[in-house]
């Protein structure tokens, strides 16, 4: 399985952005895929993850009630919507698919990591 991540840029504080995470394989259907940032000088953190049904959901505390995961089966693609974003949500954001994992939050559950995408918001 590859991911590409895509979407990330430049916004204003309280603006928003949609990343998303596209993949070849037929397999990625079947996978757990989950959303992390690392930003300058900071670990990895988890962000969100989507199972692989697509019904079910997790969110770090602070992505709770401003980003939504979702994901497109027929476009094996899985998108993370982020709204009323704050500059310390710079980083790059990196998508990755579990093989096994239900809503895996920690990186050591993944088998799969897409490049990342840069995200840069400007207070």
């Known amino acids: 399985v590859q991911l590409q991540a895509s979407g990330g840029g430049l916004v204003q504080a309280g603006g928003s952005l949609r990343l998303s995470c596209a993949a070849s394989?037929?397999?990625?259907?079947?996978?757990?895929v989950g959303w992390f940032r690392q930003a300058p000088g900071k670990e990895r953190e988890f962000v969100s993850v989507?199972?692989?049904?697509?019904?079910?959901?997790a969110y770090a505390d602070s992505a709770k009630g401003r980003f939504t995961i979702s994901r497109d089966k027929a476009k094996s693609t899985v998108y993370l919507q982020m709204n009323s974003l704050e500059p310390e949500d710079t980083a790059v954001y990196l998508c990755?698919?579990?093989?096994?994992?239900?809503?895996?939050?920690?990186?050591?559950?993944?088998?799969?990591w897409g490049q990342g995408t840069l995200v840069t918001v400007s207070s």
């Open positions: 990755a698919a579990s093989v096994n994992g239900y809503r895996p939050r920690f990186g050591r559950e993944y088998d799969y």
């Open positions: 394989g037929r397999s990625f259907s079947r996978y757990a």
């Open positions: 989507i199972s692989w049904t697509g019904d079910s959901t």
